[in-house]
Structures are given as structure tokens and as C-alpha cells.
């Protein structure tokens, strides 16, 4: 996937580029930054879950989900209790993806529209990639490496976002050049919830 990144980064951007990641993802940029700090400018870390690996934060995570659901939590358990159709399985991802907006009101018709079209979900590269953030985590120091990071940092993440806030807690102290922007009323996907405060903060950011 680094390697993707850098054919991306050739074809639009040249020597170095702003790299935003999200989730997962902002793991696999802040990975990258390290490793080539000299093709990085600027890193946007949103909501990801931060480098400590005695603090897990996927119990907390499990927790809120069930708390999120609410009424539709004995739904999403019996999708899970037994292997799926095709059409089971679109339903429950949209049922577990709605948790991840803070406004219940709109947040089914947010994940329906992550989920269309369906491709479905690949579990084991899922549990696969988790599994290798775990060990990374746990075998390197990643909190040292991050101290060493010479390019400045935002991590950005909504105050309603059901993995715990606190876990990110871990890089912001390691980082030496790093703001920290929470958004009020946004989830896990700040940019659908809260367009214009994210924007604003990614633009205010690259100008300084």
C-alpha cells in the first residue's frame, strides 16, 4: 500500500505532498511519514486510535457500539450470530457503519450511501490488517519514532466518534509539531457530519 501511495504521490503531486488518513488509514500515513519523511509536507491524522498498545481502546469501542445501536442492537446481534447472505451481510454493515455518525436521525442514510454500491467486506484482510497494526504496535517504538518526526501534524476527530478519544491521547504527546482539533457534534467521518468545520480546519492548517 506504500507503494501505491508513492504512485499516487508521483502522478499529482511530486516530490512531496500533504497526506491525509483516515481511520486505518491515518495509521498507514502516519507510518508513512515516518518512513519518508522527506516525501511528506504536512500530516492529517483523523480519527484514527492512536500508537499505545496497553490502553486498549476496542473494549471501549465494543461498548458504545452496543450503547449506539440501541434499538437496533437485537437486530445487528442476530445478523451476527450466523453466517450471512449477501443481503444480510449489506444489512448489518449498514446497521454497524450508522454508529459511526453522531446524528441518529441521519445516520442510517449515511451508511447506506457507504455501503451503495455493495462490494462487499473482505474480513480476513480486515482482521489481517488489525492484527499487523497490534504487532507493529507492540514490537516497535512508534512513540520514538514519532518524537523524531520533523513535519507538522493535525489530528483531527469528532467529540461523538464511539472509539474512545483518549486513545489518540498516546501520539499527540509523542509528536513534537502537532495541533489537536476536536469537532463538536461529528462522529467518526467528521468531513460528512461537519463539512465546513473540517474543511476549515484542514485549510487553516495547510496555510500556517
Same mark, same amino acid.
Given at each position: 500500500? %506504500?507503494?501505491?501511495?508513492?504512485?499516487?504521490?508521483?502522478?499529482?503531486?511530486?516530490? +512531496?505532498? *500533504? =497526506?491525509?488518513?483516515?481511520?486505518?488509514?491515518? &495509521?498507514?500515513?502516519?507510518?508513512y511519514?515516518?518512513?519518508h @519523511?522527506?516525501r511528506?509536507?504536512h500530516?492529517?491524522?483523523?480519527?484514527?486510535?492512536?500508537?499505545?498498545?496497553?490502553?486498549?481502546?476496542?473494549?471501549?469501542?465494543?461498548?458504545?457500539?452496543?450503547?449506539?445501536?440501541?434499538? !437496533?442492537?437485537? %437486530?445487528?446481534?442476530?445478523?451476527?450470530?450466523?453466517?450471512?447472505?449477501?443481503?444480510?451481510?449489506?444489512e448489518?454493515?449498514?446497521? !454497524?457503519?450508522?454508529?459511526? $455518525?453522531?446524528?441518529?436521525?441521519?445516520?442510517? &442514510?449515511?451508511?447506506?450511501?457507504?455501503?451503495? @454500491?455493495?462490494?462487499?467486506?473482505?474480513?480476513?484482510c480486515? !482482521?489481517?490488517?488489525?492484527?499487523?497494526?497490534?504487532?507493529?504496535?507492540?514490537?516497535?517504538?512508534?512513540?520514538? +519514532?514519532? !518524537?523524531? =518526526?520533523?513535519?507538522?501534524?493535525?489530528?483531527?476527530?469528532?467529540?461523538?466518534?464511539?472509539?474512545?478519544?483518549?486513545?489518540?491521547?498516546?501520539? &499527540?504527546?509523542?509528536? *513534537?509539531?502537532?495541533?489537536?482539533?476536536?469537532l463538536?457534534?461529528?462522529?467518526?467521518?467528521?468531513?460528512?457530519?461537519?463539512?465546513?468545520? $473540517?474543511?476549515? *480546519?484542514?485549510?487553516? $492548517?495547510?496555510?500556517?
Amino acid at each position: 500500500m %506504500r507503494a501505491d501511495l508513492d504512485a499516487v504521490r508521483d502522478q499529482v503531486s511530486g516530490p +512531496r505532498t *500533504a =497526506l491525509l488518513g483516515h481511520s486505518w488509514g491515518a &495509521h498507514l500515513a502516519l507510518r508513512y511519514a515516518i518512513e519518508h @519523511p522527506e516525501r511528506v509536507s504536512h500530516l492529517i491524522y483523523v480519527s484514527g486510535t492512536g500508537i499505545d498498545p496497553d490502553h486498549g481502546w476496542h473494549p471501549h469501542y465494543k461498548r458504545n457500539l452496543r450503547l449506539r445501536l440501541g434499538p !437496533q442492537l437485537d %437486530r445487528w446481534e442476530a445478523l451476527s450470530a450466523h453466517a450471512r447472505t449477501p443481503a444480510e451481510e449489506h444489512e448489518r454493515a449498514v446497521l !454497524q457503519w450508522s454508529v459511526d $455518525f453522531a446524528e441518529q436521525g441521519t445516520a442510517l &442514510h449515511h451508511a447506506e450511501r457507504m455501503a451503495t @454500491p455493495w462490494l462487499g467486506i473482505n474480513h480476513e484482510c480486515n !482482521q489481517a490488517l488489525n492484527a499487523e497494526v497490534k504487532q507493529e504496535l507492540s514490537n516497535s517504538d512508534m512513540a520514538g +519514532r514519532c !518524537q523524531a =518526526l520533523d513535519l507538522p501534524v493535525l489530528i483531527i476527530c469528532g467529540t461523538e466518534d464511539i472509539r474512545p478519544r483518549w486513545a489518540v491521547d498516546s501520539l &499527540h504527546h509523542a509528536l *513534537a509539531n502537532s495541533r489537536r482539533v476536536s469537532l463538536a457534534g461529528a462522529g467518526h467521518l467528521p468531513w460528512a457530519e461537519k463539512p465546513r468545520d $473540517f474543511c476549515r *480546519a484542514v485549510t487553516d $492548517f495547510l496555510k500556517q
